[in-house]
């Protein structure tokens, strides 16, 4: 049975929202946020509902059309003209398109299970391993992020990477977008550890907590960053899976981080964003895009958001209950 529209006691978690954005979300959004509400939020793996969802999603026309246009060699089209580009620049630009490609499949629920996916991913490898690309952090991270999320973070080649890029890491804890740049680049720095807590293995690793900490010092800051600057960038709730919409994501993704390598988090300021992160909701039940400017609101972000909240405000619950209990 659905949940129902107004009804917020059985989700203890949302009795701050303004309203349940479970129904709007069963309703109107798209098949791949349907198919990850109730597994991720509802925690439903069983029912007629599930799978339905399972079964269409198999079938979905946007996943389809993606898996169908991958050529015989593993590689995605790029489209567009690439007359007068040296082999270099070829090289990257494909690698981008595999990785941007492989990126939105992950969205649509495809796993490693499928042959295309590891044929994308092995042109992916192969392009690491064999071009000397000038790629800035963000496209490195975004190789490490799909290497860990399709079971291939044992790669000799992903793992070599890792161990550069933590052995580049600056004093204050971040990371340059590029290797001959001095100054640490906020957004790339927090994508960066945000794809290392996608793995058990990074989340206790000193240098992932040294970036922890300078992530937070530099909170609701301005100016952190050269590729993203200003404030605007942290009411930016939307991330993408192409150009500088991968590191895109503002005080969610800084959330979602917080989430991952340090789940237990209580600090003052967490609390605060997450409160802030609350009262974003809109009239329509949907978290916006861009938080101020976008009155509809966007499903992938309201469905990011509910993970965060249902994560740290189920805790918050389970304290007031604990405190409550002792008097």
Same mark, same amino acid.
């Given at each position: ?26 309703? @109107? ?31 979905? *026309? ?36 595999? *990785? ?28 690491? @391993? ?149 009262? @974003? ?36 619950? *389970? ?9």
């Amino acid at each position: 049975m659905l949940p129902d529209n107004q009804n917020l006691d059985q989700y203890p978690w949302m009795i701050n929202f303004k309203k349940n954005p479970i129904p709007v979300l069963l309703k @109107a959004a798209p098949l791949p946020v349907r198919y990850q509400l109730v597994t991720d939020i509802l925690e439903d793996s069983s029912s007629d509902d599930f799978l339905a969802l399972q079964k269409n999603l198999r079938k979905h *026309q946007p996943r389809r059309k993606l898996l169908a246009e991958q050529n015989a060699d593993g590689l995605w089209p790029m489209g567009g003209k690439t007359s007068g580009l040296s082999d270099a620049q070829i090289q990257t630009l494909q690698l981008l398109k595999q *990785q941007e490609v492989l990126h939105e499949l992950l969205d649509f629920s495809v796993t490693y299970k499928q042959e295309k996916v590891m044929l994308g991913m092995r042109e992916v490898l192969r392009s690491l @391993a064999e071009q000397e690309l000038q790629l800035r952090l963000h496209h490195q991270s975004q190789a490490i992020f799909l290497a860990i999320t399709y079971h291939l973070e044992g790669n000799p080649i992903i793992k070599q990477l890792i161990r550069d890029i933590i052995a580049r890491q600056n004093s204050d804890g971040g990371w340059s977008s590029l290797p001959d740049e001095t100054s640490s680049c906020y957004w790339s720095s927090l994508f960066l550890i945000w794809t290392l807590g996608q793995s058990e293995k990074f989340r206790e690793n000193r240098a992932i907590k040294k970036g922890l900490k300078y992530l937070e010092s530099k909170v609701l800051q301005e100016g952190e960053s050269n590729l993203l600057p200003g404030m605007q960038v942290w009411d930016t709730l939307i991330s993408g899976t192409s150009g500088l919409s991968i590191i895109s994501g503002g005080t969610l993704r800084y959330l979602e981080t917080i989430k991952l390598i340090d789940g237990n988090n209580k600090d003052r300021k967490t609390y605060k964003l997450l409160d802030w992160l609350i009262d @974003a909701q809109l009239k329509t039940g949907l978290w916006p895009s861009i938080v101020g400017r976008d009155r509809q609101g966007d499903f992938g972000v309201t469905l990011r958001v509910l993970k965060v909240l249902k994560h740290f405000q189920s805790q918050r619950v *389970q304290e007031t209950l604990k405190y409550d209990s002792d008097f």
